[in-house]
């Protein structure tokens, strides 16, 4: 009965449990329905997929207004892939983030801390149902402006400052998007993405499509942080309370990836993309660009978030690197990377926050050592890193060899190449971390330490485990990956 | 999955777990025993593939076995044995359980019947033998372990592109024979040479494998070299770019060797000039050359295997590995001397030791071949090998001028390791049989002609005719100690003389040269990519959005045109 609204309830049920905190006004109340409305959102979202895994599309009018006139949430295998990604790092996220925020924001802050993530979680939700343009942009801003506030929760009075850039730089992408949703608006007549993609091929040589597709890309571009537009990111990062920096690390970046394949397949075509304009190369120097330029710049930073930052840059600049291949081979890894990196980054991020709750700042020179006093949270890291490099065994392996993979079946040996090169330079700065936390003595501060609670090293480490089971069981990421990037190819014909 | 508990490389490396864990009289039999056991079990492997599992979308054999592979899987196996029997004394106590992982992993590459599977192992491998290297010790050694991981790594990355490529292009994960026609079969050929040792990267292993402990070379010098040298036997057979490299690896090891003064650095470059014997063998590529390389891999472990006991045991004992600081050793130290000696006479291939019925293999295959320049190559080759490896090392080591220490032969267990790989040297010199049994091909070679014995003592007896004859020369003159710059400048010819200071110019100019450019070009990316550097550093947020106007301005431009 309720089954045919889930679509919407998605992203519905958190979106009202944020007036319900604000009202009720205790943060361990907001934590609880935080919790409650993440895994609800898990559970509907694990239903979506398996009703869509036979290829079929869920479409839920909304106010049973049909589309294309109402706004549809139109669920498919690739959106369905993503929601459950996003859901799933929202609920291990909120378990593990009572005692990290209990120690890092104010008390009389924690229940908006608790709206505002539940409203960040109902737009990253709404973003990757809705088959609506403006309805895209309006979720956009939620969890954009959500977020923003997320981050300037964070201790370091720097994070004003870096929360203050992502606002300028996140609403000029907003900026963008709108007004790239609306030129083709403008051309078209139909915000309905699907409605959109079939009236485009009349009016596709018109500069005011090019100048959609402009505005679209830079816009998208500076929401998933691709290098050069990804200078907000490591402040933003590095300064936002340590859950929120694993949320958004794990989710906001993938969301917006997603936001990118679905306009430039679903909406423009492939074609019209990739084959009648350089976009391929564009994305191609820019992932490379990232992949080599913001590894190199992690190998020198001295705090550990903001290193993880810059890999992040880094790891997007492989995702969109499959992307710009134009092959089912790249998307596939560039989906896959998507989840996978979402793994790797997120663990990483919450097993960061651990020695933040123990340390304050965490920075190479006072955690020397600190392996012997927290064990536990060091070898998650270690774990972790392994992936970032792409030892067999772990997700990063996989990633890496489908991008590989369809490097060459574009016959380009030497992206290959620079391809495991580049794995060298995360090698560098894991192996940074490997030494100062392993091979250090631990000075006293750091020999007083203890672990980190049960309640945060719990859901790190099952994404740690994850890491290590979807690195050996491919089934469900490939699997899920090559049937998203096909449909994804099918749609744009 | 039952088939996988047979696995010999897994049971050492489940060795290793338990050598972690356990402590005392448990720990020594666990390290004696279960190499056995893998021993045992390596001997059983049946042919064809024993276990199958799915990974990505591929099925992978991660085990499976012919005779090849249970070959270099017989004498890994030995090799564990023997080197933990001869560590069972090492106080370092990681690096037993290291040594297990290394040779474990070496074997996982031996029975891998796919090539993911040989890059797992192959990764394994370089984090095993990194362990054993730093398990040493000290700043010069961790510093010599990231070094080595480095390259190893590379090695690794060019390997997993490679691989990567030939599934893309063949759409096969098996691992068989390859030929050099795609960029794909190039990385994975130069992922297996650095592992080989091969230029231009061969100094990782000089470098790195004397920084390890005394009993921790002993393995290093087995395991990584020799699985190059199988999977280029089952990768590459026959590929003629082979056979040159393997002559360059000869002579680099040969010429570096003899101006080399440490003990153990002697005997890493004679690593390198024999694992050069076996590259040239597989380049040469008919059935004659590839047993001749498979059958001298078994052998040269062994005795090289013995030559760095023997070298371990005096550095244990003496504390020094300098050539200049030792000799006179063989008064205290006999059995110390008469092993060194018996694995100096085996890399030497003289007759009626194991070296012999290997190499001889790979030299008839030459002149099978009708290969004269090969021919007269690997010859002057085996009389560099008798003069650095052969006669160098326990000369000074052993005889020359009496340091004046007393040492005693080292404790019972590492006699006895020396003890054993010294009977097997003989034991195969006399018996090729059994060894010839184990080849991947039918051997229709008899070592012991008169024809190959006579040209092998001719060879040996003529290069070692300076040697002596110069010796002669200097016991007249008691009053002289022998000095070892004093033998390089009379003993060698004068021409040699001025080719090895020019190579050690040439080598300081190139060394002096890389660090210059590697520490400008780490100052360089600093200036660019440190936390101060444009790319680093939080910008004001008017130039972030300037740049945004700039990436729209672009891409209109692309659009438009």
Redesign the interface.
Known sequence: MIAPHFPVLQVVLPLLAAPIMVLLRSGRVAWVLATVVSWAALGIALSLLAQVADGSVVSYAIGSWPPPWGIEYRIDRVNAFLLVLVSLIASVVVVYSRASVAAEVPREQHYLFYTMYALCLAGLLGIAATGDGFNLFVFLEISSLSSYVLIALGRDRRALMAS??YL??GT??AT?IVIGVGLLYLMTGTLNLADMASRLPQVTET?SV??A???L??GI??KLALF??H??L??AYAYAPSAVTAFLAATATKVSVYVLLRFYYSVFGESRVFSA??MGE?LLVLSLGAMF?AS??A????DLKRMFA?SSVAQIGYITLGVSLDSATGLTAGIVHLFNHALTKGALFLLLGSFALRLGAVKFENIGGIARVMPVTSFGIVLGGLSLIG???TVGF?S??YL??A???RGA?WL??L???S??LA?IYV?RFVEAAY?REPDETVAKLKEAPAEMLVPAWLMVGACIYFG?D?GLT?GGASQAAAELLRSGR | MSNLLAHPGALLIAGAVGLIVLRGRVRTAVALIVPLVALYVAWQVPDGIAAQAR???YEIAPFAGDKLSRLFAIIFAIMVFGGALFALNQTKALELPAAFLYGGSAIGVAFAGDL?TV??FW?IMAIGSTLVVWSAGGRSA?RAS?RYL?IH??GG??L??GI??H???FGSIAFGSMTLDS??HW?ILAGFLINAGAPPLSAWLPDAYPEASWSGMVFLSAFTTKTAVYVLLRGFPGTELLLYIGLFMIFYGIVYALLENDMRRILAYSIVNQVGFMVAGVGIGTEMALNGSAAHAFTHIIYKALLLMSAGSVLLMTGKSKCTDLGGLFQSMPLTAACGIIGALSISSFPLTSGFVSKSMISQAAVDEHMLYIWILLAAASAGVFLHAGIKFPWFVFFQKDSGMRPPDPPLNMRLAMLLFSALCIVLGVFPGPLYELLPYEVRFVPYTGAHVVTQLQLLLFSGLAFFVMLNYLRRTPTITLDVDWVYRRLLPPLCAAAASGLSRLGETFSAAASALSSRLVAA??QH???E?V??R??P?GS??L??MV??LA??L???L
């Open positions: 203050y850039q300028i730089m000029i992408g963008f500069r090019l100048a597709l402009a505005f890309t830079v571009s500076l050069p537009l200078l907000w490591p402040n304009l350089p564009i330029i190199t710049v190998v020198f930073q001295h810059y030892i067999p065994g996989v890496k060899w590989v993979l490097a060459f079946d040996w290959a190449l391809i495991v090169l794995s060298l090698l192996w091979f050996l491919t490939v | 990974f990505l979308d993911i890059f797992v990764e961790y990231l480095m790594l590379l990355v060019l997993m592109a990567a490529g599934v893309a292009e960029p794909a990385l990316l600093h990519h440190g936390p550097g790319l680093a939080t910008w947020t972030m959005a740049w945004v990436l729209l891409y209109l692309f659009y438009y």
